[in-house]
Every structure is written in structure tokens, then in C-alpha cells.
């Protein structure tokens, strides 16, 4: 009977390393479609955020451009006024600095 006990083990641990190999190997490749599907979502996701940013990068140059066409008209204006009415635009200018300069000196 030792020599059949030792044969079942020797089945058992054969069949042991089998299992074990054959749970490496799932795992192995559970892995790898984890990894694929990973791939698949980091790559999705770097379009959405590139397409994301683009559409903020153009907003937003569009928003600077209105800013300055919205600057230079102000400019415009400003330099209308003083042109027309010197004396108001000389005086709303002396006015100004003198409260920044209030301001500032605190």
C-alpha cells in the first residue's frame, strides 16, 4: 500500500501543478484583456479630453479676440471724448489719479 500511496500522491501533485498551470494561464490572460480594455479606455478618453480641449482653446481665443476688438473700441471712444471735450476729458483724467493715487498709498 506504500507504493499506491505514493503513486496517488504523485498523481495529485501532478495534477496540482496542472491546475495551478491552468489558473496561471487564465490569469495571464484575464490580465491581458484587462489590459486591452484599459488601452482601449485611456485611448477613448485621450480623444474626448483632446477634443474637449480644443473646443475650450478655441472659445477661448475667441473670447480674447472680443476682448481686445472690445478694448480698442473703448480705446477708440475714449480718445473721441478727450479729442471733443478736452477740458472734461483733462479733468475725469486728474480725478482718476487722484483717487489711485489715495488707494494706492494705503
Known amino acids: 500500500m506504500n507504493q499506491d500511496s505514493a ?14 498551470e491552468e489558473l496561471r494561464a487564465a490569469a495571464e490572460e484575464k490580465a491581458a484583456q ?19 480641449v480644443q473646443e475650450y482653446r478655441t472659445k477661448a481665443e475667441e473670447s480674447l479676440e472680443q476682448a481686445r476688438t472690445r478694448a480698442r473700441s473703448l480705446q477708440e471712444e475714449g480718445e473721441a471724448y478727450v479729442r471733443e471735450n478736452p477740458l472734461r476729458g483733462v479733468l475725469a483724467a486728474l ?12
Open 95 to 106: 480725478g482718476v489719479g487722484f483717487v489711485l493715487g489715495l488707494l494706492l498709498r494705503r
Open 7 to 20: 503513486s496517488k500522491f504523485e498523481a495529485g501533485k501532478t495534477h496540482a501543478k496542472q491546475a495551478a
Open 34 to 52: 484587462l489590459r486591452s480594455v484599459a488601452e482601449a479606455k485611456a485611448a477613448e478618453f485621450r480623444a474626448t479630453a483632446g477634443t474637449k
